[in-house]
């Protein structure tokens, strides 16, 4: 089944503390893609080591652009996802945005919870729902996620740590923070494991527009790189742990704002055809 809500999954480090529209781009047009300034659009701090801060930050971001019914869900445990007021909002609001943070408090907060069901009904079923997430909150929209691994060992077998994320789309593995941060390697690692994926590489202040869990479209000021293992010759993955890597071909792009990919026909759409 083709979804037809929206993923927006964001590099991390987007600008919300610069309270002028120009600015808070990213931001804008995830509000765009909803409903514009009558979005109702809920804020899940869970992943954050400080939600209450971050949860202000982002309601604060987002009524500065016009949003005029941003609310943020305090979930710091499982069983707050069981909170009727919560279940009742999620089912009428017109999209969500997860923080930045700890991906792993994601998953196992979220995963096998009527919350999610909730969430994945609607995004499957819904034009025009979307469900957004930065950093961390970007990582875990994948149903396999990237969960560590040091940029210097990566190309190590078996440094990228993967595990299970929340799954609204099994055809992409998502990393945050990619430039900045140096983590081409643990991409490369976790496509070299599974190579049937589109990797996602996504820079900070950029962010990834996923339509129909096909087509992409890059915003932001910053690069995504894109990963395709589907013409691995040879990939010494399985061969066992803790040696060098050897891969051959590889395929891999660089997209900035404006630019579009298509990850059934596996090739870049020069202006965003989304």
Do not use: W
């Not at 069983?79 to 997860?98: A, N, P, Y």
């Not at 999610?116 to 499957?124: M, N, T």
């Not at 930065?134 to 990228?160: D, F, H, W, Y």
Request: charged share 25%.
């Amino acid at each position: 089944m083709v979804p037809k809500g929206k993923l927006i999954a964001v590099g991390g480090a987007e600008n919300r503390n610069h309270f002028e529209k120009e600015k808070l781009h990213v931001l804008s047009r995830i509000l765009k893609e909803m409903k514009g300034n009558e979005t109702l659009i809920e804020i899940i701090p869970t992943a954050s080591g400080d939600p209450k801060m971050i949860g202000k930050e982002f309601d604060n971001a987002f009524n500065s652009i016009g949003c005029k019914a941003a609310q943020v869900m305090d979930i710091r445990r499982k069983k707050d996802t069981e909170k009727s007021e919560f279940l009742e909002r999620i089912k009428v609001c017109d999209g969500i945005m997860f923080s930045g943070g700890n991906q792993t408090r994601l998953s196992e907060i979220f995963l096998g919870t009527e919350f999610l069901e909730i969430l994945k009904h609607r995004y499957q079923n819904e034009n025009d729902f979307v469900i957004a997430g930065t950093s961390a909150g970007a990582m875990a929209q994948s149903e396999i996620m990237i969960n560590g691994g040091a940029p210097a060992e990566a190309l190590m077998r078996g440094k990228a740590l993967i595990v299970r994320g929340l799954g609204f789309i099994d055809k992409a593995i998502i990393d945050s923070h990619f430039i900045n941060r140096g983590r081409f390697g643990r991409l490369m690692v976790a496509i070299a494991e599974h190579p049937q994926m589109t990797g996602l590489g996504i820079s900070e202040d950029t962010a990834v527009i996923i339509r129909e869990e096909r087509y992409l479209e890059i915003i932001g000021n910053g690069l995504v790189a894109i990963m395709d293992g589907m013409e691995l010759q040879y990939n010494s993955i399985k061969e066992g742990k803790g040696e060098m890597l050897n891969l051959e071909r590889i395929v891999f792009h660089l997209l900035s704002k404006g630019m579009g990919y298509d990850m059934l026909e596996r090739k870049m759409l020069i202006t965003a055809m989304v």
